[in-house]
């Protein structure tokens, strides 16, 4: 017994190599795709064009106020950074935010919230 497990250790490297050496051989090279890195657009992130701009202040999830005014978020509420990075929205709680944000339709609850750098709100608020 112990030969024939003792032999099966020694070839199984052999066998591995040989194997894969003539598999890499038969098969043809793929050409290579390259893709570009997605970037950020001039003027800072992509938006909906429904979104809309207040001061947001959460609470004790899921309550929160936009403008002082009451909001529940979705349960799949997503708040992103000034960076674009989603982050958990008690790291920022009771504090005041700008922020541009989307309802969702049926409940009208908070369902996206982006947080605004200083050049973006002037941007958007200029707009509206």
């Not at 920022?92 to 700008?98: D, E, I």
């Not at 049926?106 to 709100?121: G, H, M, Q």
Request: charge should be positive.
């Amino acid at each position: 017994m112990n030969r024939c497990l003792l032999s099966c250790l020694v070839a199984a490297p052999l066998l591995a190599t040989g194997f894969a050496a003539s598999t890499a051989a038969a098969q043809p090279s793929l050409p290579t795709v390259e893709r570009p890195l997605p970037t950020t657009p001039p003027g800072g992130r992509h938006l909906p064009s429904h979104a809309q701009v207040g001061v947001l202040r959460i609470d004790q999830a899921p309550h929160a106020q936009i403008n002082g005014q009451p909001i529940r978020t979705a349960p799949g509420f997503r708040l992103f950074s000034a960076d674009n990075k989603l982050i958990f929205a008690h790291t920022v709680q009771s504090q005041a935010l700008t922020v541009a944000y989307v309802r969702e339709a049926s409940t009208k609850w908070l369902l996206t919230a982006w947080i605004l750098t200083p050049e973006e709100t002037s941007r958007l608020t200029a707009k509206r």
